[in-house]
């Protein structure tokens, strides 16, 4: 599969366990990225704050990012990804316990590629994983991403 990383965006330990395991188990052998709160998140994306430095042209392949978020939460993360030109075409898909139409509604309103419900049985969530990792870095042709300014 394609090399360019996956970001995770979770901030309980245990899914992270879970989906890392997952992502083993399916041999996506991409690099995962963790980060477990919403600012992080944002600072990893446009290379700020803790991740200054980092080059922000280089865009994750997929976003897993729930919605249950310290500091900001995953749809103000979502929202902020989609204003800027240069991260608007990240695919994000929103993978999280929530079954509310309401956060349905509004990860799609803001432009979520995908949502996923978290499932609770093992089995079933590696199943998940494996087809999230099969769709979005082998058969998904992604855009093109713009230019960052030097």
């Known amino acids: 599969m394609n090399e360019r990383s ?13 989906t890392l395991r997952a992502f083993k188990k399916c041999s996506i052998a991409n690099p995962i990225v963790v980060i477990s709160d919403g600012a992080a998140a944002l600072d990893y994306l446009f290379g700020t704050g803790a991740h200054a430095g980092r080059d922000p042209a280089d865009v994750p392949a997929v976003m897993l ?31 999280t316990s929530s079954k509310e139409d309401q956060d349905i509604i509004s990860s799609y309103d803001l432009g979520a590629n995908s949502y996923v419900r978290k499932p609770v049985d093992y089995d079933e969530f590696i199943e998940a994983v494996h087809h999230l990792g099969l769709y979005w870095l082998l058969l998904n042709e992604p855009p093109p991403q713009p230019e960052f300014p030097a």
């Open 6 to 18: 996956i970001l995770l965006v979770e901030d309980n330990p245990d899914d992270v366990k879970l």
């Open 65 to 95: 990012l729930d919605l249950k978020l310290p500091k900001i939460d995953g749809l103000e993360v979502l929202r902020r990804l989609r204003a800027d030109s240069r991260t608007r075409r990240v695919p994000v898909v929103i993978l």
